[in-house]
C-alpha cells in the first residue's frame, strides 16, 4: 500500500526555490550595502558622531617683558530667534526668569526689549516695518479689515462661536497712508500673556504653541473669509498661509539678549533653558571668545584710558575689506564677480558665504591687534599649530516623558582633543612705560591746555617703539601719532644741518650773522626771517650753535646753501610724504611740497622746519635715523612668536644710509650742545639730569600762519558734527580759518616739541629688568592754551621725565632706591593666578616662566615645522 504523499503548500504563490533565490538575492544586497558604506571614501560613509569644536583665540599679545597685553577669555553670548522664541514661549514670564539670572541691574522690560524684532517699540511691533514695501500677507482691505475688526473685538472668527465676546489685549488695526489699506500693531507681552490664554482657550489646552496656532489660523481664517477654516483639516496652501502670517508678525530670527557672558552666568543660563525646554533654534548660548586687555584696567574698570590705545581693537569687517579677504581666501585675487560666476561657478557661493562670514564676525580692526593678526596671516607662519579644542560624542536616543520639561539624556563620550597653544606675539611695547606716558602726557594736559598730547619713545638702534600715546579733550577719528599731522618747527633744524654737512656746503664751525633784532632778508625777496625771544644777540655764530641755540636766520642760511634737489631728496628718503605703513590703521602721508619750489619761500621755510607737515610717527623716524648714525630703519611694533616653548625673532626692516657717520657724529654733538647751553638747558643741562649722559636735545616752537585754525576750534567743530552724525568738507574747513579760540591774549596759536635722546650713566641705580640702551623720545603739544608756548617750556619737562623712565632710572616718575632697584624683576611670559593652580598651597609661587627666552629662531617655514637645526 502506498503511503498518501505529503505535499507542502506555501501560502505564497512562490515555490521554495523562488523562496530561495530572493532570500539569498536580498542577503547579497545587504552585504554589498554593507561593504559599499564600509569600503567608500570616509566623506560619504553616515556619520552619527556629533563634535563640538570649541572657540579658539587666534593670538595673543605680550609686551617686550611678557606681561600679557591681549588675552582671549571663552564666553558666551545668549542668543534668540524671536520667530521661533515666541510661537512656543511666554514673554514676560522669560524675560522675567532670564532678569533673575543675568541681574547687572537690567530688569525685565529691558531682557525683553531685545528679544523682540528690532522694528519693536516700547514693545509694540508695527507688522511690515522692516520691508520698504510694508506688510504683504497682513495687508487688508476694508472687508478684511472689518473681519479683523470683528475678530479682535469678539475673539472668534465666528461671532455665533461659544467664545464670542471675549475680546483680544494687544493687538489692534492701523491705516496704511490714504490708500484704504490696513494692517497691524501688535504687543507680545500682553497678546501673548498667560492671562490671553485663560482667557480663550480651555483649561487643558492652554500652551503658548496651541494659543499662536490660534492666533495664525483665526487671522488666516479672517484674510480668505472662510470661519470654518480654523476647523477644517490643513492644506498645503492653508500652511504656507500660516508661515506667512508668522512671519510678518514675529520678523526677526535673530537677535543677542546679551553679550560676553562670565562662564557662572552662561550656566545658569543653560540650566534655566533645559528647564523651560527651550530648544536650541529657539533660544541659545553662543560660545566664543572675549579679548580682555589686563593693563587697561585702572580705577574706574576697563576701558579707562590707561596707555593702551595703542592696542587697538576688534569688530566686523566693512564689505570692501569682507571682499579682499574673502578673495584671497578662496586664491581668486582681484577677479571681478562676474568673471568669478562665469568661470569659477563653484566658487560663487563660497566667495558670497566667506564675505557674510567676515562681515558678521568680529576680527582684529586696527592697532596692534590688527598688526599681530596681518602678521600672522603671512606664508611664513604656515607652520604655527592652529587647533581647536573638540569634543566628539555619539548620540543616546531612548523613551522618555515628554510632559516632563528638561529632562535631556547626555550622549556617550567618544573623546577630545586639546587646543593648541594661542600664538603669543610678543610686541616691542613695555606696557609699564606706556602707562607712564599717558599719565605724563595727561598731567602736560591739565598743566598747558593743548587740544592734543603725542609722545613716542624709541630704542635707537633697534627701531623698536617702546611707548605710543596721544591724549586730547576731544574725539578723535584713529590713533592721533599715525593720523594727525603738525608743522615740526625748529626740531627739524637737525634734518636740515645733516643735509647741509652731508652735502659739504658748511661745516660745524663756519660762522653765520645771526642778524640780531631787525632779522634775516632772503635774497632775491622782500621776505625776513624773524627769530623768537630770547635769541642770541651775537653778530655772528657758529654753525654748531646756530642749531644748539635754534637760530633761524642761521639754518636758513645754511638751508639756502643747499640745491633744492638735495634737501627735497633728503627728506623724502627719511620717509616725509608718504605713509609709512605701520599696520596699525589708517595713516597720514603728510605734506612735502613737490619739485619746482621757492627757494625763497618754500626752501627758505623749511630750513626752520615750516611749509611741510608729518606725522609723530614719521618723524620721530627721521630724527632717530640722525641718531643711529645715519642709517634709516623702518620703526617696529613686534619683534617675536612664541609658541610651545618656542621664540621666534622677525628680523628688523631693511636699512639704508641717509647720513654719514660723521655727520651724525657732529649733529650729535650740536644737540648734546643745545641740551647743555642752548634751548635745551632748562631741563636737560647735566646738573639737572646726573643720572643720565650723552643728553641730546632740540626744541621746537611752530607758530601757526594766520590762515590756519587752532586745532582746539578744529577738534571742537568736528566733535559736534560728529555728534550729529555728520562730517565736515573741504568747505566746511574754510569756513573756520584763521579762528582762533585762546584763553590768554595771545592771538595766535602754536605748537610746542621737543625731542631728546641719552643712556643711563654707569652706576646710577635703575629698574634691573631695563638694559642699558640709548633712547629716543619725541614729544608734542598741538595749540596749547596756557600761558606758556615754548617747546622747552610746554613739552620739556615731559620729554626728560619720559626718557628717565625709558633708561629704567625712575619708576613712574619715582627716583628708585637700592632697595627698589633691586627688588624689580621681569615679568614671566604667561601668569597664572591661584585659581588655575587649585592645588598650591598659600603664598607658594604659580608663575611658568617657560616661554620666554628658550631660543632665538629665525620664522622660516622649515623650522616651523620642526626643523631644529
Not at 561593504?35 to 556619520?47: C, F, K, M, T, Y
Not at 562730517?727 to 566746511?732: F, I
Not at 624689580?824 to 604659580?846: C, E, I, K, M, Y
Amino acid at each position: 500500500m502506498k503511503r498518501p504523499r505529503l505535499e507542502l503548500r506555501s501560502a505564497s504563490p512562490l515555490r521554495p526555490t523562488g523562496a530561495f533565490i530572493l532570500l539569498s538575492a536580498v542577503v547579497v544586497l545587504i552585504a554589498v550595502q554593507t561593504l559599499r558604506i564600509a569600503l567608500v571614501r570616509e566623506g560619504e560613509q553616515p556619520d552619527f558622531v556629533h563634535r563640538e569644536q570649541r572657540p579658539w583665540p587666534e593670538f595673543e599679545i605680550a609686551d617686550r617683558r611678557g606681561r600679557p597685553l591681549a588675552v582671549s577669555v571663552e564666553s558666551a553670548d545668549l542668543v534668540v530667534s524671536p520667530h521661533s522664541m515666541w510661537q512656543g514661549h511666554t514673554p514676560d514670564y522669560m524675560a522675567e526668569a532670564l532678569t533673575a539670572v543675568l541681574g547687572e541691574g537690567l530688569r525685565a522690560e529691558q531682557i525683553l526689549e531685545r528679544m523682540l524684532p528690532t522694528q519693536a517699540r516700547a514693545g509694540v511691533i508695527p507688522v511690515g516695518a522692516e520691508s520698504k514695501n510694508g506688510p504683504q500677507t497682513l495687508r487688508f482691505n476694508e472687508v478684511q479689515a472689518q473681519r479683523v475688526a470683528n475678530w479682535i473685538a469678539t475673539g472668534s472668527c465666528n461671532p455665533e462661536a461659544a467664545s464670542a465676546g471675549r475680546p483680544l489685549d494687544g493687538i489692534w488695526l492701523v491705516a496704511l497712508g490714504q490708500g484704504g489699506d490696513y494692517t497691524l500693531d501688535w504687543e507680545p507681552r500682553v497678546l501673548l500673556s498667560r492671562e490671553m490664554r485663560g482667557r480663550h482657550l480651555s483649561v487643558n489646552r492652554r500652551s503658548p504653541t496651541q494659543w499662536t496656532g490660534r492666533l495664525v489660523r483665526d487671522l488666516a481664517a479672517c484674510i480668505l473669509g472662510q470661519p470654518e477654516l480654523t476647523l477644517r483639516p490643513k492644506t498645503a496652501e492653508d500652511i504656507d498661509l500660516r508661515r506667512a502670517i508668522w512671519s510678518e508678525l514675529m520678523p526677526s530670527r535673530h537677535r543677542v539678549v546679551a553679550r560676553d557672558l562670565a562662564p557662572t552666568v552662561a550656566y545658569h543660563i543653560q540650566r534655566l533653558l533645559e528647564s523651560e525646554g527651550v530648544s536650541v533654534y529657539q533660544m541659545s548660548l553662543e560660545r566664543g571668545q572675549t579679548r580682555h586687555y589686563p593693563l587697561r584696567l585702572g580705577a574706574g574698570g576697563e576701558g579707562t584710558g590707561t596707555g593702551l590705545d595703542l592696542l587697538g581693537s576688534w569688530g566686523v569687517l566693512g564689505p570692501q575689506e569682507a571682499e579682499r579677504r574673502a578673495r584671497r581666501d578662496l586664491g581668486l585675487g582681484h577677479a571681478a564677480v562676474a568673471d568669478v560666476a562665469a568661470n569659477v561657478t563653484a566658487l560663487a557661493a563660497p566667495l558670497d558665504e566667506l564675505r557674510r562670514d567676515y562681515m558678521t564676525r568680529s576680527a582684529p580692526r586696527s592697532g596692534l591687534e590688527l598688526l599681530c593678526a596681518r602678521e600672522l596671516e603671512d606664508e611664513r607662519w604656515s607652520g604655527l599649530a592652529r587647533r581647536p579644542a573638540t569634543r566628539a560624542s555619539f548620540p543616546r536616543a531612548i523613551p522618555r516623558d515628554r510632559r516632563q520639561r528638561g529632562q535631556r539624556t547626555d550622549n556617550y563620550f567618544l573623546g577630545s582633543v586639546l587646543a593648541a597653544e594661542a600664538p603669543l606675539v610678543m610686541s616691542t611695547i613695555d606696557s609699564h612705560l606706556q602707562v607712564h606716558v599717558r599719565s605724563v602726557l595727561e598731567q602736560l594736559s591739565i598743566e598747558h591746555d593743548p587740544a592734543l598730547a603725542m609722545a613716542i619713545v624709541i630704542e635707537v638702534e633697534s627701531g623698536n617703539v617702546l611707548a605710543m600715546e596721544a591724549s586730547s579733550p576731544y574725539p578723535l577719528g584713529g590713533f592721533a601719532p599715525l593720523q594727525h599731522t603738525f608743522t615740526p618747527g625748529s626740531t627739524a633744524k637737525v634734518l636740515v644741518m645733516a643735509a647741509a654737512l652731508d652735502e659739504g656746503v658748511v661745516l660745524p664751525e663756519t660762522r653765520f650773522a645771526t642778524f640780531a633784532g631787525k632779522g634775516y632778508r632772503v635774497p632775491n625777496s622782500t621776505r625776513v626771517i624773524r627769530e623768537a625771544e630770547g635769541a642770541p644777540r651775537e653778530a655772528s655764530i657758529s654753525a654748531s650753535a646756530g642749531l644748539a641755540r635754534s637760530v633761524n636766520a642761521v639754518l636758513v642760511q645754511i638751508g639756502l646753501s643747499l640745491e633744492d634737489a638735495a634737501l627735497h631728496g633728503r627728506l623724502e628718503s627719511l620717509g616725509y610724504g608718504r605713509r609709512p605703513g605701520a599696520g596699525i590703521g589708517p595713516e597720514s602721508a603728510g605734506l612735502l611740497p613737490a619739485l619746482p619750489w621757492s627757494r625763497a619761500y618754500t626752501q627758505a621755510s623749511i630750513s626752520f622746519g615750516h611749509e611741510f607737515t608729518a606725522s609723530l610717527w614719521q618723524h620721530a623716524a627721521a630724527l632717530s635715523t640722525v641718531l643711529r648714525g645715519g642709517h634709516h630703519r623702518p620703526l617696529r611694533l613686534i619683534e617675536a612668536v612664541e609658541q610651545d616653548g618656542r621664540r621666534f625673532d622677525l628680523p628688523g626692516g631693511e636699512t639704508r644710509r641717509v647720513f654719514s657717520g660723521a655727520t651724525c657724529a657732529n649733529v650729535r654733538k650740536m644737540m648734546e650742545e643745545g641740551a647743555a647751553e642752548g634751548t635745551g638747558r632748562h631741563v636737560a643741562r647735566p646738573e639737572l639730569v646726573p643720572d643720565l649722559v650723552s643728553v641730546g636735545t632740540k626744541t621746537g616752537t611752530t607758530q601757526k600762519v594766520p590762515s590756519e585754525a587752532c586745532l582746539h576750534v578744529e577738534l571742537a567743530h568736528n566733535a559736534s558734527l560728529h555728534a550729529d552724525g555728520s562730517s565736515c568738507s573741504r568747505s566746511c574747513r574754510g569756513s573756520f580759518a584763521g579762528e582762533r579760540d585762546h584763553l590768554t591774549r595771545r592771538q595766535s596759536c602754536y605748537t610746542a616739541s621737543m625731542v631728546a635722546c641719552g643712556r643711563r650713566a654707569p652706576g646710577a641705580l635703575a629698574d634691573a629688568g631695563v638694559p642699558d640702551r640709548e633712547i629716543m623720545v619725541l614729544v608734542v603739544a598741538d595749540d596749547p592754551r596756557g600761558k606758556k608756548k615754548f617747546g622747552s617750556e610746554v613739552t620739556g619737562p615731559a620729554t626728560i621725565a619720559i626718557l628717565r623712565e625709558a633708561l629704567g632710572v625712575t619708576r613712574f616718575g619715582e627716583a628708585l632706591t637700592e632697595a627698589s632697584a633691586a627688588g624689580v624683576r621681569l615679568s614671566a611670559s604667561r601668569q597664572f593666578n591661584g585659581l588655575d593652580h587649585p592645588w598650591a598651597g598659600a603664598g607658594q609661587d604659580t608663575t611658568t616662566a617657560t616661554y620666554l627666552h628658550e631660543q632665538t629662531l629665525e620664522p622660516d617655514g622649515a623650522l616651523l615645522h620642526g626643523d631644529t637645526r
